[in-house]
């Protein structure tokens, strides 16, 4: 909401200021700054006129964050921030920018700064605390939660996240902690320094050898990575036994077998690997790469190609139980049992392959690209390979033939 409020400020300043209320209003928020910046190189010290222009840079940077240049909007609204500092407002849309982008201790700073200046600001104390939780602070982020949910219960998708961080800290409340450039483990008390060295000495080859093939698509850090022990993995994330490992923002592996035995330095640098393969997706394409591709790169990455269960796909077509992409667009992971999920794996793994195959990591990098700019995996591979997903499938199956 913008003020009107003249005062005795000036009346020029206060022309400007008014132009700047009715750019605003009708949406022209360009237009909205150019004034207020005016009105503010003539009032400065004017209350009215640096709200004003706060709201507008604050606007400016909501249409940016719609259009995915987080950048821009942070810009926007770091000069916000700078005229206005006694605003929380700006801090925490700030802080969520931040938080989005995985630049977490930023995100703790902005959000700080806000509750200090506004101390009980329920959205600053939520949004603090999942910047806490990013930061794999667990006590922290639950302070923060349980002071929001005291004060407004009705928020459904906060008592969730609060539910499961507490069963995670119910896990992991006596883990030990190590990290390296890119990464920080956390990790359970029976794995010793060598163990411990071995696995992060392991995901900094991953992440050179992943970031390597998809072309300098490097993620900041720290990566949160969290080890199980045997039967923590799946008391902490509620998942089947038969998933592997999993990244909800941190990735989570266990360090054993569903029998208990220890797993293999392979299979652990397998599955560290396909849950490295989201993080950089995440950061390339946000939320927009459809579940097939998402799952289908990582896959990729992490097996050899021998790995492909051809004789499964060959079954699932000649019996009519092949997917199509666009049924594979959305999570899968809680949907389907785990014989269909496993062919919902194998069928985006192979498309992936086939692509990464035909085309070359290049152009895989450039579908990543385009499906982040265009928000449609299947726009993506009509502009690139002239592929709509009935042809992509079909080539595929015909490949297996």
């Known amino acids: 909401m913008l003020c009107l409020a003249i005062g005795a400020w ?19 928020y360009g237009d909205a700054i150019d004034y207020f910046e005016k009105a503010y190189e003539k009032a400065r010290d004017n209350e009215t006129v640096r709200r004003n222009l706060c709201n507008a840079r ?23 921030v700078s005229v206005d500092p006694n605003n929380p407002a700006p801090l925490v849309q700030l802080g969520s920018y931040y938080l989005h982008q995985g630049l977490t201790r930023d995100a703790i700073l902005r959000l700080e700064e806000a509750i200090e200046i506004k101390p009980g600001y329920l959205d600053a104390h939520e949004f ?58 956390t990790y359970p008390k029976e794995m010793n320094y060598q163990m411990r060295s071995s696995m992060l000495t392991m995901l900094e ?46 990735i989570r592996t266990p360090l054993s077998d569903a029998d208990g035995a220890l797993l293999e330095k ?26 097939w591709l998402n799952e289908g790169l990582a896959e990729t990455l992490s097996r050899a190609p021998g790995d492909i269960d051809a004789g499964l796909l060959r079954r699932a077509a000649e019996q009519g139980k092949a997917f199509t992409l666009s049924q594979l667009e959305g999570g899968q992971l809680n ?53 709509d997903y009935d042809k992509l499938t079909r080539q595929v199956f015909d490949r297996l033939k």
């Open 58 to 80: 604050q606007a400016q940077a909501n249409e940016l964050a719609k259009k995915d240049d987080f950048d821009g909007a942070i810009r926007a609204l770091e000069v916000a």
């Open 205 to 250: 080859r991953i992440y050179m050898d992943v970031c390597r093939k998809l072309q300098g698509a490097y993620p900041p850090g720290p990566i949160e990575v969290i080890a199980y022990g045997a039967g923590d993995f799946a008391k902490a994330t509620q998942l089947k036994d038969y998933v592997g490992a999993v990244y909800d923002g941190k």
């Open 10 to 28: 000036g009346q020029q300043a206060a022309e400007y200021n008014k132009l700047g209320i009715d750019a605003y209003d009708a949406g022209r």
């Open 128 to 185: 603090l605390g999942r910047a806490y939780y990013a930061d794999n602070d667990l006590p922290s982020a639950r302070a923060q939660w349980e002071y929001v949910l005291e004060t407004d219960p009705s928020r459904k998708e906060l008592r969730e996240r609060y539910e499961k961080a507490l069963r995670e800290e119910s896990v992991e409340y006596d883990f030990k902690r190590g990290q390296s450039r890119h990464f920080r483990l």
């Open 335 to 387: 949907k389907l049992d785990r014989d269909t999920l496993r062919l919902a794996y194998t069928q985006s793994h192979a498309t992936v392959q086939y692509l990464w195959s035909r085309y070359g990591h290049h152009r895989v990098r450039q579908l990543l690209t385009e499906t982040a700019a265009t928000g449609s995996a299947e726009q993506a591979l009509v502009r690139l390979f002239r592929l």
């Open 266 to 291: 392979d299979e652990l640098r397998r599955r560290l690997t396909h849950e490295f393969v989201h993080v950089v997706v995440r950061y390339l394409v946000q939320d927009k790469a459809p579940w």
